[in-house]
């Protein structure tokens, strides 16, 4: 998680992301691939929202470990209170450029899926989440709402494994 090294800044460890997985790839651990969370749109411990030009940076700075890249993405489809979340973690409101709704979060989760589909380093994509119904970690930020019912971005991801429009 937070593969930008955002915890650096709370004093909570030396290494950047990219240095420790360099240390442990060189250390002969035998890592099979790397996996890099993007959870967008969350605090205190989630990721800042990012463009696709910083996204596809970040896909280039790690794929020089030579080691197969997994991207895992979440986000919100809300901003109000969710009972089921099980973490500290709460929505950072504001930040997306329109008001966060399902729609907003398939918006997103295309766009990004996309671009890491499109990274040849990227051997998986994958949501972080199945639904906000049971007890879960990301606020609203399943595929299926709290009513079990799918949200809009689950025909989104399903049409880009598939390749419809």
Not at 150 to 155: D, E, F, S
């Amino acid at each position: 998680d937070e593969p930008w090294g955002e915890y650096l800044s709370r004093g909570q460890h030396r290494l950047a992301p990219l240095q420790m997985v360099d240390a442990l790839a060189r250390s002969g651990v035998g890592l099979a691939g790397v996996n890099l969370e993007i959870a967008t749109g969350y605090r205190p411990d989630g990721t800042p929202l990012r463009d696709l030009l910083d996204c596809s940076r970040l896909i280039d700075q790690w794929s020089v470990l030579g080691l197969p890249l997994y991207v895992t993405l979440v986000a919100p489809s809300a901003d109000v209170s969710d009972e089921e979340t099980i973490s500290q973690l709460e929505v950072t409101p504001g930040i997306w450029n329109s008001p966060l709704d399902a729609e907003v979060q398939a918006s997103w989760a295309s766009a990004y899926m996309t671009l890491f589909s499109a990274k040849p380093a990227v051997a998986g994509v994958q949501w972080g989440q199945l639904t906000d119904a049971a007890p879960h970690h990301y606020p609203h930020g399943g595929l299926y709402d709290a009513e079990y019912q799918p949200k809009p971005v689950l025909a989104k991801l399903r049409s880009q494994r598939t390749g419809a429009s």
